[in-house]
């Protein structure tokens, strides 16, 4: 796959992966859209093949911290926040153990 096609396709990951994770938040998906669209044109005129790998490694990394460490939260009261969790954030959910096992 062409340079090109890779940088497309990363912009539209980037852009659905913000649909997901910010979804029913109307201030935070209009943020990430103008971040994301930002990023891109300041870098459109790149032409170093070394450089926009590099660029494209970094942005697979976001969409990768965004699709697997956001959690939404609402204001519920003064004070408090519900938290709302994606399904796929609770697949590899591992249970807290309060005393740590000693390694024999």
Do not use: W
């Amino acid at each position: 796959m062409g340079q090109a096609a890779k940088v497309l396709q990363l912009f539209k990951t980037l852009h659905r992966t913000r649909q997901q994770v910010f979804k029913n938040d109307a201030r935070a998906l209009e943020a990430a859209r103008i971040k994301i669209n930002e990023e891109f044109k300041c870098n459109k005129t790149e032409t170093s093949a070394k450089k926009i790998e590099e660029l494209i490694k970094i942005g697979s990394d976001v969409e990768l911290i965004l699709r697997t460490s956001v959690i939404q939260g609402i204001h519920t009261d003064h004070n408090t926040l519900k938290l709302v969790p994606r399904k796929d954030l609770l697949i590899e959910n591992v249970p807290y153990c309060d005393a740590p096992t000693q390694k024999q």
